[in-house]
């Protein structure tokens, strides 16, 4: 996941200059102070999921991460040939479906009918959510559900838009878009929409950031004029360290020692925790 500058940055230094030395940059490759900024308190539940046995992208997950307090739920939004939306991370049935019959198994979840694909049990007994079941489920919260678009295109993120749209959902929603050049389209559809980018450099930042979107991740890269930047246009920075050996507390401080916002992990319940304990 984490590659050049942000790997020296995150294996090499960051377990030892966290607890006790001062923040320091990478920009340009040389080390240097900068000044802290405020601990960040938010948190993303990768695949809606803090691991206490659901399974990834259920409404198990979802009402765990919850009652959690976790604000930010990513899940992966695909369409079926039929058009219906649903919620799965794998393009075909593998290992999240173990009770999937023998029949099915590396089947394209995309060609099941929407009856078939109601009935395969994911690895806890539950069922793979429509999006309009997770969106019924967060309506009463304070949730935000981040959708991860798979096979990203417009046939994919706007009959999603409008269907956030047509329920009244629009700000329970932050619609994570994977290339900069599709923002402008979203935006003529929903002005308000909400909408996190992946950056994966400076020129990429700055049209984010002229489109004023309300998030940035900065996607296998780490810069602290990148976060400088992105604050003082009023845009959240994102890292994502889930599914890696990154994601542990020593690196969620560093992070946030840095000034990132929000940390996309596979334990957000304890990201939260261990932001609260430690914040000034």
């Not at 993120?157 to 878009?177: A, M, N």
């Not at 020129?203 to 930047?229: K, M």
Request: glycine residues 6%.
């Amino acid at each position: 996941m984490c590659t050049g500058l942000f790997r020296v940055a995150v294996l090499a230094l960051a377990s030892s200059l966290v607890a006790c030395c001062p923040p320091f940059s990478l920009e340009g490759g040389a080390l240097s102070t900068s000044p802290a900024l405020p601990l960040a308190t938010l948190a993303v539940a990768h695949r809606a999921n803090i691991h206490r046995g659901a399974s990834d992208n259920s409404l198990r997950a979802m009402r765990e991460s919850i009652a959690a307090g976790v604000p930010y739920l990513e899940v992966d939004v695909r369409q079926s040939s039929s058009g219906d939306l649903f919620l799965f991370h794998d393009g075909s049935l593998s290992w999240q479906n173990s009770d999937a019959p023998w029949g099915l198994r590396g089947e394209k979840v995309n060609r099941l009918s929407p009856s078939v694909r109601a009935t395969i049990p994911l690895n806890d007994g539950e069922h793979i959510p429509l999006l309009e079941e997770a969106l019924d489920l967060i309506r009463p919260t304070g949730a935000t559900l981040q959708l991860d678009f798979k096979g990203e295109s417009d046939e994919n993120v706007l009959p999603t838009l409008d269907l956030v749209q047509s329920r009244g959902q629009l700000q329970q929603v932050l619609l994570q878009i994977r290339d900069v050049s599709r923002v402008q389209t979203v935006l003529q559809r929903a002005p308000s929409a909400r909408i996190l980018v992946r950056v994966k450099s400076m020129s990429e930042l700055d049209e984010a950031l002229r489109l004023r979107v309300e998030f940035v991740e900065l996607e296998r890269w780490f810069s602290p004029a990148a976060i400088e930047r992105a604050h003082g246009a009023g845009v959240k920075v994102l890292i994502n360290v889930s599914n890696s050996r990154f994601d542990q507390p020593g690196i969620w401080r560093f992070f946030r020692s840095q000034g990132v916002d929000t940390i996309m992990t596979d334990h957000a319940d304890r990201s939260l925790q261990d932001s609260a304990h430690r914040r000034p």
